[in-house]
């Protein structure tokens, strides 16, 4: 066994653990309401990440073994060839993830619009008048603020 494919080997194993933990932090902070994402979401996130987790698996083990087995070229390309497959589906659910976080970004962002237009007419219920409305009438407020200007 050569060194690059020792190198690669941990590499993978380290991803491995790596795709795990993410999962499994991803699994805790849904169940205790910590993220906003749906259960579909999670589900489909989560089922992304075991694919990667088989592909990981899979191209560790064909590094190791089947460059080495030497059964057959149809063999070879079959692996090889279920490899890029599953690298195609999962790509697949992390397009599908991105389409739902975007959705979940332009709902977030529609609700915090509609907040902030709210809290702005609340607030300007709230606000006192202003000296110069009271004084002078609406109309002439810029007048008046040109006149205090000049005088100072």
């Known amino acids: 066994m050569s060194f690059e494919q020792e190198v690669f080997g941990v590499i993978c194993s380290f991803f491995v653990i790596c795709m795990i933990a993410v999962g499994a932090l991803e699994v805790r902070n849904w169940l205790r309401q910590r993220t906003l994402i749906s259960g579909r979401q999670l589900i489909i996130r989560l089922l992304g990440n075991v694919l990667l987790l088989l592909l990981l698996l ?3 083990y064909g590094i190791y073994w089947v460059e080495y087995a030497r059964e057959s070229v149809d063999y070879f390309l079959k692996y090889w060839g279920n490899c890029v497959g599953l690298a195609y589906l999962a790509l697949t659910f992390a397009g599908v993830d991105v389409y739902y976080t975007w959705k979940l970004r332009r709902q977030c962002r529609r609700a915090s ?4 237009q709210h809290l702005a007419k609340i607030s300007a219920s709230f606000a006192p ?3 110069e409305m009271n004084q002078a009438g609406p109309k002439s407020v810029a007048g008046a ?7 100072e």
Do not use: E
Request: hydrophobic share 25%; no cysteine.
């Open 113 to 116: 619009k509609r907040m902030s």
């Open 129 to 131: 008048p202003s000296r």
């Open 145 to 151: 603020s040109l006149k205090r200007q000049n005088s």
């Open 58 to 60: 899979k191209v560790l």
